[in-house]
């Protein structure tokens, strides 16, 4: 089915979002937080991947969207349970996304796809618990929009909101790295 005439400038513009948004976090945890910046240039990286059709192939962009996604995620959610005092599930958290990054050139188009999701989600409700124990309203609102965008993921339907679905899940993704960030600095300034 040819894509519907405005579905170009809806992919380009929320990939241009999130590799915005996930930038400016980069930059404006770099100082505190280097585990979460990289996180977040890794989905930079990824959405100018994305943006460049003429410097990489269809396998590098889905590459890059995995390695965001299995080592991006983990490094944000490691950062914010390290803040809070949670080594073991920062650890347990980063090893994971590190294993299944490895283990990605073993696993079936499909399996990738169910592996990355799964990861997204469990950083989701991990920076959401933490969040909620701690308070922290902007770590609450960034985990439930990485879960929501997981979830949406899932879907079987093709467009949402009248919008591809893939959009849809990235403007997911950057409202979550938005108030993922916005949690980060807040997480900060009650530990100084």
Known sequence: ????????????????????????????????????????LLQVLAATIMLAPGLSTHEDCLAG????TVIGLPLLAFDFHWVNGDRSSAN?????????AVAGGHLSPEGRSVAGQAM?????????IVAVFTANTYGMWGGTMLGVAGLL????????????????????????????????HTQRLQWE
């Open 1 to 40: 089915m040819a894509p519907k005439p405005g579905a170009e400038w809806s992919t380009a513009l929320s990939h241009l979002v999130l590799g915005v948004v996930s930038l400016h976090a980069a930059v404006s945890t770099a100082q505190a937080s280097r585990g979460a910046a990289a996180g977040f």
């Open 92 to 100: 347990l958290l980063l090893g994971g996304g590190m294993v299944l």
């Open 120 to 128: 997204l989600l469990v950083v989701a409700v991990t920076i959401l």
């Open 153 to 184: 993921s899932r879907l079987e339907e093709d467009r949402l909101l009248l919008l591809p679905k893939e959009d849809v899940c990235r403007w997911a993704l950057a409202a979550g790295s938005w108030a993922y960030c916005r949690a980060l």
């Open 65 to 68: 969207a995995w390695v965001a």
